[in-house]
């Protein structure tokens, strides 16, 4: 709104063509649980670009379909409500029965679809629910799988969403699925292969021929800060010892083996799940699993996920435009902009302050990084 209110008062305004990241760990998480959370959502798209264009959509396909056809119930939770949207128009296309529960809706809207997804005869397949607004007080025991699309920060929202399902007159085992978006595959080394096999390579190593992968920012919230947030009531707790019989020297040694521990800190690479042993993890029985194998041949699943060139050109953005935003978003004015404009005009600005009698402005201090330090040695030989 304020670019085109610029833009009315001067025709001349070049106007941006990017959106300022105020939090760029929410951008980030956004993009984890679909792309078009970035952008505005349009439902003209086809659903099944919908599903290709997004990782977490695209198994989540295969899950939901495999489990409605065997009689299970779903309760997926996630923390954005546009994503609950977005979830809403995939449902539909599949044509699978669903309920919503979020922040705006209504005390007897709740009831009603509680009712109904609760009912002995009733025909919901999967429950949609926030899992801020619907993470505590229902009572869901219909259900035994449960699907935690993102995770919250809060260890204890998750650990209350999953406790929907275990209520009093659950009579089958619950299945939690955690879902998170990973950074692109490593591919498996042989060198590693052989130093497992002791200097071959073993063919009946499971390991062998594996992508592998490591976190992303979700797998940063689900083991850095869910767990921080765990330990650090573990230390208050434990190193506390509110006994009134510990020394205070034992609690001191308790608390430094809780802060030392250094495991937690350890980055952990794991091994990317065929769709194999993804049928394993949401089977309850060795029919199922040869029943979801069996699924996997023979129905028409959407095959490949989206390539750079099925990309909408809408969604593109071109190198000037990517050096535009890097420009303006830079903490520190640089001589020479990536797209050959200058720095005078902040220059200006600064004088202009000065002008108007308001105090300097001095920088704070920051640690030159490798490229920084080449950059002031090359402008000082000048």
Known sequence: EDEERKLQRNPNYPVKQYKTLNNRCMELRKTCNHPLLNYPFFSDLSKEFIVKSCGKLWILDRI????????????????????LDILEEYLQWRRLVYRRIDGTTSL???????????????????????????????????????????????????????????????????????????VDKIPSHQKEDEMRGGGTVDLDDELVGKDRYIGSIEGLIRNNIQQYKIDMADEVINA????????????RLTLETLLHDEERYQETVHDVPSLQEVNRMI???????????????????????????????????????????IAALSKRPLKKTLLGGSAGMETSELGSERKRGRPKKHTSYKELEDEDLEYSEASSEE
């Open 283 to 325: 089977a309850r029985s060795e029919e199922e699993v040869e029943l979801f194998d069996q699924m996997d041949d023979e129905l028409d699943w959407i095959d490949e996920m989206t390539r750079y060139d099925h990309i909408p050109k809408w969604i593109r953005a071109n190198t000037k435009e990517v050096n535009a935003a």
């Open 108 to 182: 007897e809207d709740r009831e009603s679809a509680i009712n109904d997804f609760n009912g002995p005869d009733s025909d919901c397949f999967i429950f949609l629910l926030s899992i801020r607004a619907a993470g505590r007080g229902l009572n869901l025991q219909s259900a035994d799988t449960v699907v935690i699309y993102d995770p919250d920060p809060n260890p204890k929202n998750e650990e209350q969403a999953v406790a929907r399902a275990h209520r009093i007159g659950q009579k089958r085992p619950v299945k939690v699925i955690y879902m998170e978006a990973v």
């Open 64 to 83: 939901l379909i495999k489990l409605q056809r065997t009689g299970h119930r779903v309760l997926l939770f996630s923390t954005m409500t546009k994503l």
């Open 240 to 251: 506390g010892r509110f006994d009134q019989r510990t020394t205070h020297e034992e609690r």
